[in-house]
Structure formats: structure tokens, C-alpha cells
């Protein structure tokens, strides 16, 4: 049994001709007329009722023809998934991002994606900061990632924004109504952040401005994630340097203030391995390039 004879058998059966059916399908007519003889003897059993004035389906052959357009329908199926993989349509795409500045560029880019190619999954990987990011790029257990520049050798990147930073208090803090606050002004505050083996860009942009302002600051708690660190500034634990993104997020007892000297804190940016060879990376970067222009960095 093979499958050129479930495709002369489905011929047969909606010609009910097999001359008309040897046309459709490309062959001679001594040809179809083999493959059908050949399906009947391995099934044992006749599927057409043939005379000098007509053709018609056995019982036989009516039972059969469900399971041979299920068949048939299969092994379309299978060529067009073949084909898509092929071309990059099908697969999957692994990304690591920490911090909600992630949250909103994957958002859309997942969007644009199941909408494009709805072959290709994103695997996404939450909690993955710039730092680890950029290495499990590098070392091939990322596709792609949440960065930011300057990237590990072999890094192509792709920079999307310059992030702002901004501090995120208590409700009930001295600076919650202000304006505008500079970093010489939290000298004497508990900070929450991340913890540095993340490789955070706000946690680095935090030590920078303090060390710009003359003090080492004082970290009274680290936190794994965007959230809960707000939580702890709502739970007046201490205050914290966020960027400017999470300002959609509205946690009881968190005031977002302006800082003075939050402006392109750092770059971010997608970035994935150059010599990667998965199509349906090499299609996720068409489509990000597509929807996202390329920003100019100011560093």
C-alpha cells in the first residue's frame, strides 16, 4: 500500500471514470488502473464495481473514503509543515527579559508575531535581566534577549530606546510631592534594587548616579522582580530606582517622582547570536526590525 493509491483511489471516486481520473491526475489510464488493482489485493476487497457502461463504489469502497481523505489531508499537512520549516514559518524562539521595559516591547512583539506567523512560538524567559541576558545569548541557551549595549562578542543588536529612570516612594514620603527630585537628594535613603548577580541595567544606572553624586548608597533590601519591588517601596521598606516604563504600574502606596538625572540612563535594546542558524529567529528579527525602528544611542 502506498500513497500515490489512496490519491488514484480518491481520482476514481469522484470521477467515477477512469479515464477522467487518469487525466486529473497526470498518468495513463493503464497506470491508474494498476494502482487501483494493486490497493485492492493488498486490502482484499473490491472498491469499485466496474462495467463497460459505468464505474461505482463498493460498499467497500464508500467505508474507504473517509479514512483516505484523513490520509491524504495528512500528508498535506505534513509537506506544508515540512515547507514552513523550511522557510522559518514554524519553530521556536527562546527570550530572556527582566524588568518591565521588557514586559512592553515583547508584548508587542508577540502580538506582531502570532499575527505574522503563527507558526512561531515565543518562549519567553521573565526575570532574566540585561546582563544574564546577553550572556545566555552569547552561549546559545537564549535565541534572543532584552539587553544592553555594549553586547558580548558575536552580539547583533538591535537598539530600540535610551531608558529613563525615574524613583518610585512611598506615598506617605517627604519627596512624594515633589516635582522633581536629584539623586544628592537620596543620600540619606534606604534603596531596594536588584540583586547585582542579575546583571541589571537599573541597578547599575542607580550606582552610577549615586557615585556621580558623591555617596555609596545604602541597600536595605534586594528584590527578584519589578513587582515585588514595589510592593516593598509600598511597604515603605525604602525607595527605589525604576525606570520610567513602570509608571503603568499602579501599586498601593507607590508615588513615582521625577529624578533630576534620570535621563537616557542606559540603552536597551534586543540582541541575539549572529551565527545562529534557526530560521524562525532569523524571521522574528525581520519582523522586530518591521515594527520597531532602530533608535539612535546618545553613548
Known amino acids: 500500500m502506498e500513497l500515490r493509491h489512496f490519491s488514484a483511489f480518491l481520482a476514481v471516486a469522484q470521477e467515477l471514470h477512469f479515464g477522467r481520473a487518469a487525466e486529473t491526475l497526470h498518468i495513463a489510464q493503464p497506470a491508474l488502473s494498476q494502482m487501483i488493482r494493486a490497493l485492492e489485493k493488498d486490502l482484499d476487497v473490491a472498491l469499485f464495481e466496474r462495467t463497460t457502461r459505468r464505474v461505482r463504489l463498493t460498499s467497500s469502497g464508500e467505508a474507504l473514503l473517509e479514512p483516505a481523505r484523513a490520509i491524504q489531508a495528512q500528508v498535506e499537512g505534513a509537506r506544508r509543515i515540512a515547507r514552513a520549516a523550511k522557510e522559518g514559518e514554524v519553530g521556536r524562539v527562546r527570550i530572556g527579559f527582566g524588568g518591565t521595559s521588557g514586559y512592553?516591547?515583547?508584548?508587542?512583539?508577540?502580538?506582531?508575531?502570532?499575527?505574522?506567523?503563527?507558526?512561531?512560538?515565543?518562549?519567553?524567559?521573565?526575570?532574566?535581566?540585561?546582563?544574564?541576558?546577553?550572556?545566555?545569548?552569547?552561549?546559545?541557551?537564549?535565541?534572543?534577549?532584552?539587553?544592553?549595549?555594549?553586547?558580548?562578542?558575536?552580539?547583533?543588536?538591535?537598539?530600540?530606546?535610551?531608558?529613563?529612570?525615574?524613583?518610585?516612594?512611598?506615598?506617605?514620603?517627604?519627596?512624594?510631592?515633589?516635582?522633581?527630585?536629584?539623586?544628592?537628594?537620596?543620600?540619606?535613603?534606604?534603596?531596594?534594587?536588584?540583586?547585582?548577580?542579575?546583571?541589571?541595567?537599573?541597578?547599575?544606572?542607580?550606582?552610577?548616579?549615586?557615585?556621580?553624586?558623591?555617596?555609596?548608597?545604602?541597600?536595605?533590601?534586594?528584590?527578584?522582580?519589578?513587582?515585588?519591588?514595589?510592593?516593598?517601596?509600598?511597604?515603605?521598606?525604602?525607595?527605589?530606582?525604576?525606570?520610567?516604563?513602570?509608571?503603568?504600574?499602579?501599586?498601593?502606596?507607590?508615588?513615582?517622582?521625577?529624578?533630576?538625572?534620570?535621563?537616557?540612563?542606559?540603552t536597551l535594546a534586543l540582541g541575539w547570536r549572529r551565527n545562529n542558524p534557526s530560521k524562525a529567529l532569523a524571521r522574528v528579527v525581520e519582523i522586530v526590525q518591521e515594527i520597531i525602528p532602530a533608535a539612535r544611542t546618545s553613548r
Open 104 to 266: 512592553s516591547i515583547l508584548s508587542l512583539l508577540a502580538r506582531e508575531v502570532a499575527h505574522r506567523q503563527p507558526g512561531i512560538s515565543l518562549e519567553m524567559h521573565p526575570q532574566t535581566y540585561s546582563g544574564e541576558s546577553a550572556l545566555a545569548v552569547r552561549d546559545g541557551t537564549m535565541d534572543m534577549g532584552i539587553i544592553s549595549p555594549p553586547a558580548p562578542a558575536g552580539i547583533a543588536v538591535h537598539v530600540i530606546r535610551q531608558e529613563r529612570v525615574m524613583v518610585a516612594v512611598p506615598t506617605s514620603h517627604e519627596l512624594a510631592g515633589a516635582k522633581s527630585v536629584s539623586m544628592a537628594d537620596l543620600k540619606e535613603q534606604p534603596f531596594i534594587t536588584y540583586a547585582p548577580s542579575h546583571g541589571s541595567q537599573v541597578r547599575e544606572a542607580m550606582m552610577r548616579l549615586a557615585d556621580q553624586a558623591g555617596y555609596l548608597p545604602h541597600i536595605a533590601q534586594e528584590a527578584p522582580d519589578p513587582y515585588s519591588l514595589l510592593a516593598l517601596v509600598g511597604a515603605q521598606v525604602g525607595i527605589a530606582i525604576v525606570v520610567e516604563s513602570s509608571n503603568h504600574i499602579r501599586i498601593d502606596g507607590v508615588t513615582y517622582v521625577r529624578l533630576a538625572e534620570g535621563g537616557d540612563a542606559f
